[in-house]
Structure formats: C-alpha cells, structure tokens
C-alpha cells in the first residue's frame, strides 16, 4: 500500500486484486458460478424430469379435470365428442359415400370408431403441444422447472382421456362382434408406441409454437388435411386401388395411419393381418423411436430460451 500527499489529503491505493486480469468465464470457473437459467447436460435434464414426475401425473390430471368442469355434462364430454365425430363422419362417408366398401357394418362401424378415437389422441396432443409454452408463459416465467413437463403433461392428459373412451371403444367393438381375446393384449405396447410417439410431436410442435405463436392457427388445418389422408373414414388400399401402389404406400405407412392399423387390427375381429403394411411393428416402433428422441432432444435444445423476448 503506498500513500501520496497533496494539499494536505492523504490518498490510499489498495494493492491489486488477485482476480486482476482474469476473464468473466474464468472468475465464474474460479468460485463456482453458472449462468442463470443455463441449459443443463441432457442426462442430468432427464434427471431433473424423472424427480417432477409427481407433478406431472398431478398437472396432467388437474388440466384433464379442469377441462370440462363448466360444462354441465362434465367429463362425459369426453367420449361425447369422438362419438358424435364418429356419428357425423358415418352419416356422410359410411351411408352417402360408402366409404366402407370392402367392409361389412359389423367391421366399419368399430373400424370408423376406432380411427375417431386413435386419432384424436394424437391430434389433440399436438394442437396442446403447440400451446404449451406460449400458453403457459406466466409459469415459465416464474418458476425454474424442466420445460419439458409441459408437453409431456398434456400428452399424458390425452392418454388419460384415451382412456374413458376406451371403455366407448370396448363397448362399440363387442356391440359389433368383436369379442375379448388375446389379440386385445396388443393393444398395451400399441398405445404405448403411440404415446411416446406423440410426446416427442408434441415436443417439436411446442418449440416451434413458443417463438411463432401463430402456428396455433395453422395446426387446426394441418391436423385436417392428415386425418383425410391417414385412412381415417376408409381402408387406403381400397380406396386407392386404382391409384399407382406408390400413393398408398407412403399414406399406410404414415404414423397417424400405423398406429390406427395396430389398434383396429388388436380390437376389431374382422380387421385382419391382411390390411396391415408389411414390417407394422417394426415401423410402429421407428416411428416412437424417431419422434420421442429426436423430439426430446429438439425441445431440449432451446430449454434457456423459453420465456424469453
């Protein structure tokens, strides 16, 4: 330390610092700091999302409750909705189109059903999806958690819808002749294939929905325009029998269509192996695989940047 005089003051110089020179990254290195909100390491993401799965279960059960809970009927809705779909689309494509030809009654009621039902399950996984941060911004803004418990929350508040209208879906199936068997047990590993592969679109849909909010606009559209090509109302081979085979095999194997294919075949009596694209379970489960980590990580990649701008 080194004292000067003027004018009677006395100035005091402290010694330099021991941190003189060092870089901002270096101080933050040097006594343990890390950027505020920073992305985490993927396995220590994962972590993070395994230790909220409680709130999870509870915020996707909360949203699925909440959902009806004006509406006089209350979760009867539920299964109202994709059975009135189911009666609407009837009507038109299965009396005035015949869109069931190649089909008995007994075959393309549960068949149309079931397409209603599977369907849904993804469509609306993706139109919450898509909302789920910019929907959200008030909890993203205020809590640190995994951002990622959002669009798993709300896939997982469809699985559990899926679920009361599994008990529609039985019911109609048995109504039509389609008895209980052990083929029924593939409907578990179907669903779950389903489920992991809608997780992970969700995820890509809530990315892109978190920076152009106005993709929640479009998505009623493209929703639409898949439910039309995915074989939904019809059997693709049938209908397209007189298109080049091309056309059919890329509509079969879209996953809307592979997923609907596994569960009819799983639940309808009538609706045999010989309707199913060749290697099914092996794309069933590409597909998951694809989306569910390839979405995850998609997602994962802009964590610090959700809730910002």
């Known amino acids: 330390m080194s004292d000067t005089q003027q004018g009677g003051a006395v100035a005091t110089s402290a010694p330099p610092s021991v941190d003189e020179g060092l870089t901002p990254a270096a101080l933050a290195a040097k006594y343990g700091l890390s950027v505020s909100g920073a992305r985490p390491g993927l396995v220590e993401y994962v972590r993070e999302l395994w230790s909220r799965r409680h709130f999870i279960l509870a915020f996707s059960s909360a949203k699925l409750t909440a959902q009806y809970s004006q509406a006089k009927l209350g979760q009867v809705w539920q299964v109202a909705t994709p059975l ?39 469509q609306s996984s993706v139109m919450a999806g898509v909302r789920a941060i ?52 593939l409907l578990i590993p179907a669903l779950f294939l389903q489920f992991v592969f809608n997780v992970g679109l969700a995820m ?83 597909w998951a695989l694809a989306f569910g980590i390839g979405g995850f990580v998609y997602f994962w990649k802009a964590e610090e940047r959700y809730g910002r701008g």
């Open 204 to 286: 890509i849909v809530a990315r892109m929905g978190s920076k152009t909010p106005d993709l929640a606009q479009l998505m009623p559209f493209v929703m639409r325009t898949w439910m039309y090509a995915s074989g939904v109302m019809f059997s693709i081979p049938v209908m397209l029998a007189d298109k080049p085979a091309w056309i059919a095999d890329v509509l079969m194997y879209n996953p809307a269509a592979v997923y609907m294919d596994l569960i009819r075949f799983s639940l309808i009596e009538g609706y045999g192996a010989e309707n199913l694209p060749a290697h099914v379970w092996m794309t069933a489960l590409g």
């Open 84 to 122: 009135l779909n189911a009666l609407v689309y009837y009507l038109i494509f299965g009396l005035i189109l015949d869109a069931g030809r190649g089909m008995t009654k007994g075959v393309y009621i549960p068949f149309l059903v079931t397409g209603i039902f599977v369907f849904t399950f993804t």
């Open 134 to 185: 910019s929907g959200n911004l008030g909890l993203v803004r205020a809590l640190h958690f995994p951002r990622a418990t959002l669009p798993i929350s709300f896939s997982l508040q469809q699985l559990q819808q899926l679920m009361f209208s599994m008990i529609v879906l039985v019911a109609v199936a048995i109504a039509f002749g389609s008895y209980p068997s052990l083929r029924w047990l």
